[in-house]
């Protein structure tokens, strides 16, 4: 339904006379007024038939038409048009020209100008009629009706809006009464309104009529005023003078029409009375409290939970219900538009950071919970719902960064051994320091250290004096299983003594043990010594032992590195930005560390199964393999593979001067191969196929020995790493007691592996 313009005049109209709505019966309406011609051929001397007058102008038709009326009735009487003679045949009433420019005269339009003067554009329209039937340019004085003749859409200072805005109005408002005239605001629209183009709004092709049985003129159509006197067009429709408007309706500003504070209906007046009048037209604050979905309600489409929506409690769940109200949200031109909404300051008020437990104080879906409640009600007034360190909490905190869920510390009821992150237990007892923690680690590496050198020194004697290692022996398999024991022994036995402390009953074993496995030993040590020995008295057992050893303990450390990278992957500590967090220095240092760790794993893996690879082709064919570098003299397609083309050289030659070294030293008899300065590789016809086949295998072996020494050593810096930013990370959360005693047990352990490992 659409309010027309016809509706409201007549509306208006109706106040004062029936003569409009008279009109209305008997209008038969024709839409192609255009068509009328107007006065000149029907001129009969002077006198023309009213139905050729312009139509009533819009202004007039909506007040009491009276005098207009009269006025016209005045010059309007039966005449004759028809003749035979003397005698009439016809007669008909007529209207004389020069007595309507005479009647309608200044003091009988001054009665209807204010009215018309409220709108610009009824104005210019009353003006034109009054020059086309009077000749007049002006309407009450000389000089009024400056500027009306060329209108521009200027002359609408304040600029129109639709009718349809009224539909934006409660009806509070648009039943009320001008503060300042006492007029109703639907006539003050309609006194302010204009179309598109002129309409008619009765029967255009007879606009007048001389009723006889009222004796006067009626008029049975009248033209609405058109927005194209500004000789400029707009969309076809209806619209107001919002100037016109608001210079005659006002609102008392101590009794809005609407004045129940904080309803909808009082929102939407103020809305609609500033976007239509601007803000001058209400109290100075007018914007407090009102119910508009720019903060204080969120419409309820734009509603949204946190993740940990599932572990929050009902009431919470229940309070969008329970604080829905309807709100008005702004549309582009500033009127309320009526939507469904939550009432963000009764939700806040029912809200804290500790209404809600479970998932929403953990890591991501705290992080997340946090900033909903922080963006929800950070800025309502009086909301301290957050607790005082809600920044930490909005980030990553050190606990979050820890890769499992135990601590060991101290707990006060040993019944929560798996502590809730973030709960953070008040440790009374002092933890060691880090350093001391760290030193402790120190202290078990120098000794083993220490003891793996004297050791070999003595072992590498017994070596010279005993057989040579047989490849096939199992020695060191048992050793080196018993060296591992011994280690997991160390730990287990270091977790009965932490468990033994009051307050740590509750620490889960095997998960200390496996942690404790991935530290730092030097137990690899004797491996090194191998490459410093001439080939013949190189202590293969006592290695392979170590070797074997370190292999079983690093599968073991696996298990908490493997898990660390994974959960920095899940939580995108990798990649995403720590800077944020707590204690995020070491935090990133453990997490490369354990990387590094995997790395590493994962290219000795591949450089053992290459070696393993080579060794089989040598003893199936026992053909000499030349190496790589040499053969592959191909083209090298880009630079990435001629650096490594170029680095694998290098390391090729160092390999083949140790091998040469070992070679010479052990079998002088034997022929060796040659490598002169440019790196030429030259077989010597007189060498033997079974001297080359040694040499090679031997070549392979330091390949493979060099490999696993670098392995050990970037494992060995790898879980220093991860040590070293796990003790800073953690701080309280991982505290050993008695760290003395701990020490010392592996001390001991470690020095009867690198003794057993020697012998
Ligand atoms: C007509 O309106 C203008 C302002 O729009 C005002 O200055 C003038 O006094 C008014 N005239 C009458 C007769 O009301
Ligand atoms: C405005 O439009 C009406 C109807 O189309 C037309 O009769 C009238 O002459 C136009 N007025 C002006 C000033 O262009
Ligand atoms: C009030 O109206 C003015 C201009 O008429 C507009 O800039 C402002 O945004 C409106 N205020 C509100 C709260 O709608
Ligand atoms: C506007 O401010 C006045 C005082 O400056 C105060 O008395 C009045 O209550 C306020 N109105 C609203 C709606 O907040
Ligand atoms: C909000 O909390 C107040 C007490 O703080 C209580 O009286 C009120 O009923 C609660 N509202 C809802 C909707 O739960």
Avoid at 146 to 172: F, H, K, M, R, W
Avoid at 403 to 416: C, E, M, Q, T
């Amino acid at each position: 339904m659409r309010i027309s313009i016809t509706s409201l005049v007549l509306l208006t109209a109706g106040l004062y006379r029936v003569a409009a709505i008279e009109a209305l019966h008997s209008a038969t309406v024709n839409s192609n007024g255009e068509d009328r011609t107007l006065t000149p051929q029907n001129s009969y001397g002077g006198w023309v038939n009213p139905e050729d007058l312009t139509p009533m102008p819009q202004c007039i038709a909506q007040q009491d038409q009276s005098t207009w009326l009269s006025t016209m009735t005045k010059c309007t009487g039966k005449r004759c048009t028809r003749h035979f003679g003397f005698i009439c045949t016809h007669q008909q009433w007529l209207t004389e020209l020069n007595c309507l420019s005479t009647g309608f005269s200044s003091d009988v339009i001054e009665g209807y100008l204010p009215y018309c003067n409220r709108s610009v554009l009824a104005k210019a329209q009353l003006y034109l009629w009054i020059r086309k039937i009077t000749g007049r340019t002006w309407l009450v004085d000389l000089g009024d009706a400056n500027g009306l003749q060329n209108l521009s859409p200027a002359a609408l200072a304040e600029g129109y809006a639709a009718v349809d805005v009224i539909y934006s109005a409660p009806s509070c408002l648009t039943r009320s009464v001008s503060a300042l005239s006492m007029e109703p605001f639907q006539h003050i629209i309609a006194s302010c309104s204009f179309t598109s183009t002129t309409q008619h709004t009765g029967n255009a092709a007879r606009p007048w009529e001389y009723r006889e049985s009222l004796r006067s003129m009626i008029a049975l159509d009248f033209e609405t005023v058109g927005y194209n006197l500004t000789g400029h067009t707009i969309r076809y429709g209806d619209y107001f003078d919002k100037e016109c408007f608001c210079s005659t309706f006002t609102i008392d500003l101590k009794e809005e029409p609407c004045s129940e504070l904080g309803h909808l209906d009082w929102t939407k007046e103020r809305l609609w009375m500033n976007a239509t009048c601007g803000p001058t037209s209400l109290p100075d604050n007018w914007t407090d409290r009102l119910k508009t979905t720019e903060f204080a309600y969120i419409p309820t489409e734009d509603w949204h939970w946190p993740m940990c929506v599932a572990d929050m409690p009902k009431q919470v769940n229940e309070l969008t219900r329970q604080c829905a109200t309807d709100a008005c949200e702004l549309d582009p031109s500033g009127y309320c538009n009526v939507r469904h909404a939550v009432d963000r300051a009764c939700f806040c008020r029912n809200i804290s950071y500790d209404s809600c437990g479970g998932s929403c104080h953990i890591f991501e879906t705290r992080i997340d919970y946090i900033k909903w409640l922080h963006d929800l009600c950070g800025n309502v007034q009086d909301w301290h719902g957050l607790p005082d360190n809600w920044r930490q909490l909005a980030a990553p905190t050190p606990l979050d960064m820890i890769p499992w869920r135990w601590a060991l510390k101290p707990f006060k009821d040993s019944n929560i051994a798996y502590i809730t992150r973030l709960e953070s237990v008040g440790t009374t007892e002092t933890c060691a320091s880090n350093e001391w923690k760290l030193g402790s680690f120190v202290l078990v590496n120098i000794a083993t250290f220490l003891a793996a050198f004297l050791s070999q020194r003595i072992g590498m004697h017994r070596i010279a004096r005993d057989s040579l290692w047989h490849p096939h022996s199992w020695g060191w398999f048992f050793k080196g299983t018993f060296i591992a024991a011994l280690q997991l022994l160390a730990n287990w036995f270091n977790t009965f003594l932490v468990q033994e402390t009051p307050g740590y009953e509750d620490v889960p074993v095997l998960q200390l043990i496996l942690l404790w496995c991935s530290m730092p030993r030097l137990a690899w040590l004797p491996i090194l010594w191998v490459c410093v020995q001439p080939f013949e008295a190189m202590n293969f057992s006592a290695s392979a032992s170590s070797l074997f050893a370190e292999m079983i303990l690093q599968f073991l450390s696996s298990y908490y590195m493997v898990m660390t990278v994974n959960y920095g992957r899940e939580h995108n500590f990798y990649f995403g930005v720590m800077e944020i967090a707590e204690r995020w220095r070491p935090a990133k240092i453990m997490y490369a560390g354990a990387l590094l760790w995997l790395i590493i794993i994962c290219m000795a893996l591949v450089q053992l199964l290459r070696a393993a690879r080579k060794v089989n082709r040598l003893t199936v064919s026992g053909s000499l393999d030349l190496p790589k570098w040499q053969r592959g003299k191909q083209t090298t397609s880009n630079i990435a593979e001629e650096l490594m083309a170029q680095l694998n050289e290098r390391c090729t030659r160092l390999m083949e001067k140790l091998a040469y070294n070992w070679t010479d030293k052990s079998s002088s008899e034997e022929t060796p191969l040659i490598i002169n300065e440019g790196g030429d590789y030259t077989v010597y016809g007189t060498c033997s196929v079974e001297g080359r086949y040694k040499w090679v295998s031997r070549k392979a072996a330091v390949e493979l020995y060099a490999a696993t020494v670098i392995s050990m050593l970037l494992l060995w810096i790898a879980q220093w790493l991860f040590w070293g930013g796990f003790i800073g990370l953690s701080s309280e959360e991982f505290c050993p007691p008695n760290l003395g005693a701990l020490t010392a047990v592996w001390t001991a352990f470690s020095l009867a592996g690198a003794i057993v490992g020697a012998t």
